[in-house]
């Protein structure tokens, strides 16, 4: 199973704030949605406890989050390998995304993002996974841009 979701989202901050908050899990983990823990690995690596509500249960994974293609401050892509605990399966997620200054102090954040499940896990996500990523973006969004406004 696999869903994909693209679009385009203006933050209040600069490339370079955004990406200082990329670059401290400390940070990253407040703006990740579900993120209940994570720890740097190497420097393009990091290991997390992500937790995600489904209609019916939270479904905790273990997860690698990867740092690819790295242009600092201008692009990035994060690619996440998982495991959900108690459910057999995997996923895979890969978003990439560009980082344009806007003349206000302000910067376009182009994104897509691109998902897929395997096992149990697939066989419990049904089509959702989709319409799962929009809410997910959408609450990283929020997420950064509360963290941006508290620095």
């Known amino acids: 199973m696999s869903g994909r979701a693209e679009g385009a989202v203006t933050v209040a901050g600069t490339p370079e704030a955004i990406w200082a908050i990329l670059d401290d899990p400390a940070a990253l983990g407040r703006v990740l ?19 995600s509500r489904t209609r019916f249960m939270t479904v905790r ?10 242009d600092p401050p201008r692009h990035l892509r994060l ?7 108690g459910l057999g399966g995997s ?27 395997e096992g149990a896990l697939a066989a419990l996500g049904g089509g959702l ?13 929020r997420n ?5 406004a508290g620095r």
């Open 61 to 70: 994974a273990d997860v690698v989050a990867t740092y690819l293609d790295a």
């Open 144 to 148: 950064l841009e509360r963290e941006l």
């Open 91 to 117: 996923f895979r997620a890969s978003v990439p995304f560009d980082l344009v200054p806007l003349d206000d102090g302000r910067t376009e954040v182009r994104y897509s993002v691109e998902a897929s499940a």
């Open 129 to 141: 996974i989709g319409d799962a990523l929009k809410g997910q973006v959408d609450e990283l969004v």
């Open 33 to 51: 949605p579900g993120c209940e823990s994570i720890e740097r690995e190497a420097a393009d690596r990091f290991r997390a406890v992500l937790a």
């Open 79 to 85: 690619d996440f390998e998982g495991r959900p605990r």
